[in-house]
């Protein structure tokens, strides 16, 4: 059997009469990895802290790396890196200081590694400099550095790309991708659906507390809807006119300007082609969502839950 970095099963939690979490069960592969998505209060973060044991589940189980808190205590926590929310540090110290501190608390660590972890993270050339000068991003990779130190098997990162500009997604993204192909296990949360496609083998995306889907990217795909388009044109009446001739195509008026096409790809490129026929010239053209964000949407949004055509995968293993 493959070995789990994070097996909970059934996992539960209430805060009052707020279910935050509502038996979920997520499995985690070692060398994966492993995105849960889901919209702002779906109960990511609640999920995360409890791999961390800062909250007990009131159901369920949770094992991570083989360990769980009723019969290891805090040694669950062994070979466990990451943060939830924002990693903190001292901004009047510099970035090595902060790391060197941390170190110490943890009685050190091999010669090597920390320059070793500044190269992964790409903070070398900045940590001899004040914390309190340092981007959000650079804290953020600070942080993931901070947890290196610890040599952990997995690391678990809560929404590590939020706040960040467009560089630093694109850092943070390829720092995860970094870390994945060294071997180590990353479970992170995030909101963005872009950013899971892109570094993540698996996924849950969550709901309300529960899980909306379940598995890889590549089943995710096969369920997407089709793209939706925004086209204007120089007379949107007379090229409304010509989609009944496109009876595989919904064609309606855009909130504002335009109109909003929805279909597969080669009938909406056969449409264009009649309305440039027609002698309409073509104003814009350009996908409103990618057809992975509009299921994204489907399966998390109430008002458009019932538009997916097929229920939701039950929570549980696919591989
Ligand atoms: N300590 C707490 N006390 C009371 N309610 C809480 C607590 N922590 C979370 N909740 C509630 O539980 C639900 C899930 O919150 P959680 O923070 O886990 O969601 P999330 O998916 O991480 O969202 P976000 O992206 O906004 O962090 C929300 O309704 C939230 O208000």
Same mark, same amino acid.
């Given at each position: ?150 040599? %952990?098997? /997995?690391? $678990?990162?809560?929404?590590? @790309?939020? &706040? *960040?500009?467009?560089? !630093? ?77 496109? %009876?595989? /195509?919904? $064609?309606?008026?855009?909130? @504002?300007? &335009? *109109?909003?096409?929805? !279909? ?56």
């Amino acid at each position: 059997m493959e070995s789990l970095a994070v097996d909970a099963v059934g996992v539960t939690k209430n805060f009052g009469p707020v279910r935050a979490v509502d038996d979920i069960t997520v499995r985690v592969a070692e060398g994966e990895v492993y995105g849960v998505l889901g919209p702002n209060g779906a109960g990511k973060t609640t999920f995360l802290r409890m791999l961390f044991g800062l909250i007990r589940p009131d159901a369920g189980t949770i094992r991570v790396l083989g360990r769980t808190w009723d019969e290891d205590g805090v040694a669950v926590l062994d070979g466990v890196g990451g943060f939830i929310e924002s990693p903190r540090f001292y901004p009047y110290l510099t970035g090595r200081q902060n790391l060197e501190g941390l170190l110490l608390l943890d009685g050190g660590a091999p010669a090597g590694l920390l320059d070793e972890v500044l190269d992964l993270v790409e903070m070398s050339d900045r940590v001899d400099q004040k914390v309190g000068g340092y981007s959000y991003g650079m804290r953020q990779r600070l942080g993931v550095a901070a947890s290196l130190l610890r040599e %952990p098997r /997995l690391l $678990v990162l809560d929404e590590p @790309a939020n &706040g *960040l500009d467009p560089a !630093g997604i694109r850092d943070m993204r390829a720092l995860v991708k970094r870390l994945a192909a060294s071997g180590l296990t990353v479970l992170l949360s995030s909101h963005d659906m872009d950013e899971v496609e892109e570094i993540c083998d698996n996924v849950t995306i969550m709901k309300r507390g529960t899980v909306a889907f379940h598995g890889t990217i590549a089943a995710l795909r096969t369920r997407a809807p089709d793209p939706g388009h925004l086209l204007a044109t120089t007379d949107d009446d007379r090229a409304l006119g010509l989609a009944r001739e496109h %009876p595989g /195509l919904r $064609v309606v008026r855009g909130a @504002a300007t &335009g *109109l909003v096409v929805t !279909g597969p790809t080669p009938q909406v490129s056969a449409y264009v082609a009649a309305i440039v026929q027609a002698r309409i010239d073509l104003l814009a053209l350009s996908q409103t969502q990618t057809p992975l964000e509009a299921l994204f949407f489907m399966l998390t949004d109430d008002a458009h839950h019932q538009t997916l055509d097929r229920p939701a995968a039950p929570a549980g293993a696919v591989r």
